[in-house]
């Protein structure tokens, strides 16, 4: 009997850890997400996010296609970029702001269609999803 116990708690042990609890999981998963604002400023440099897999981020910012990932559970955000193409172009800096926006980010919230990156210092990033 207690092998059997041990069994199932192996299984559902198992189980949990394989289900995605990260955004992806709450809402922002099968949908691109634009930048709109940036700490209460309109972004005009077309910025998007998608979550195409769990625990994986992709960015298309003006210039560059960057991949990276986010494996805390919801409502916790982490990026870690992974690659990203190299390319010049003239909202570099304005990529640049956002790379480091991204990597300052630990909180998330989705509210249909608005994801909203922030910390518990200053930065609030908000997204509305592409349809």
């Known amino acids: 009997m207690i092998k059997l116990t041990s069994l199932f708690l192996a299984i559902a042990l198992t189980t949990q850890c394989s289900q ?7 809402g922002a998963a099968d949908r691109l997400w634009r930048l709109q604002e940036l700490n209460g400023v309109t972004f ?3 910025t998007q996010l998608s979550f195409p897999e769990k625990e994986q981020v992709t960015v298309q910012g003006p210039c560059n296609r960057m991949s990276g990932t986010n494996k ?5 955000f982490s ?3 992974k690659s990203s193409t190299k390319k010049a172009c003239p909202d570099l800096s304005q ?7 991204l990597n300052n980010a630990t909180l998330v919230e989705i509210l249909n269609d608005v994801m909203i990156l922030s910390n518990t210092e200053d930065l609030n990033m908000v997204f509305r999803a592409v349809d």
Request: aromatic share 16%; charged share 25%; hydrophobic share 45%.
């Open 72 to 76: 805390l559970p919801y409502p916790w």
């Open 95 to 101: 990529e640049n702001i956002v790379i480091d926006a």
């Open 79 to 81: 990026f870690t970029l």
């Open 20 to 26: 995605d609890e990260t955004l992806r999981a709450y």
């Open 44 to 46: 005009s440099a077309d």
